[in-house]
C-alpha cells in the first residue's frame, strides 16, 4: 500500500475568532502550573486539565485552555508561555 503524503506548507490554518484555544504545557514538576499560567495571562480566565506525566516524574504536562481574539493574540500567548523558566515545551 503506497503513504500518501499532504503537503500543507504554504497554507494557513483558518480559525473564526474569538475562539477557545487549548495549549499543551509542558512544565518541571516541582513548578505550579496555576502560578505560571497567571504569571503570563494575569486576570483572564482561563481552565487547565492535568493531562500526563513522564516516565520519571521530571515534568508533567497540563492542557491550558482560554478564549483567544486573533491570530497575533494566540501567538503572542504561546511565546510568553514559552518564556516561563518552569515551561519546557509549549504545543
Same mark, same amino acid.
Given at each position: 500500500?503506497?503513504?500518501? +503524503?499532504?503537503?500543507?506548507?504554504?497554507?494557513?490554518?483558518? @480559525?473564526?475568532?474569538?475562539?477557545?484555544?487549548?495549549?499543551?504545557? @509542558?512544565?518541571?514538576?516541582h513548578?505550579? @502550573?496555576?502560578? +505560571?499560567?497567571?504569571?503570563?495571562?494575569?486576570? !483572564?480566565?482561563?481552565?487547565?486539565?492535568k493531562?500526563?506525566?513522564?516516565?520519571?516524574?521530571?515534568?508533567?504536562?497540563?492542557?491550558?485552555?482560554?478564549?483567544?481574539?486573533?491570530?497575533?493574540? !494566540?501567538?503572542?500567548l504561546?511565546?510568553?508561555?514559552?518564556?516561563?523558566?518552569?515551561?519546557?515545551i509549549?504545543?
Open positions: 500500500m503506497e503513504e500518501k +503524503v499532504v503537503d500543507l506548507s504554504g497554507k494557513k490554518l483558518e @480559525i473564526t475568532y474569538p475562539a477557545s484555544w487549548v495549549y499543551k504545557v @509542558i512544565i518541571n514538576s513548578c505550579n @502550573i496555576h502560578h +505560571v499560567v497567571k504569571n503570563v495571562l494575569g486576570e !483572564r480566565e482561563f481552565t487547565v486539565q493531562s500526563n506525566n513522564s516516565k520519571n516524574k521530571t515534568y508533567e504536562s497540563f492542557k491550558v485552555t482560554i478564549l483567544v481574539h486573533n491570530d497575533d493574540d !494566540r501567538v503572542a504561546y511565546h510568553e508561555l514559552k518564556k516561563e523558566d518552569c515551561v519546557k509549549v504545543l
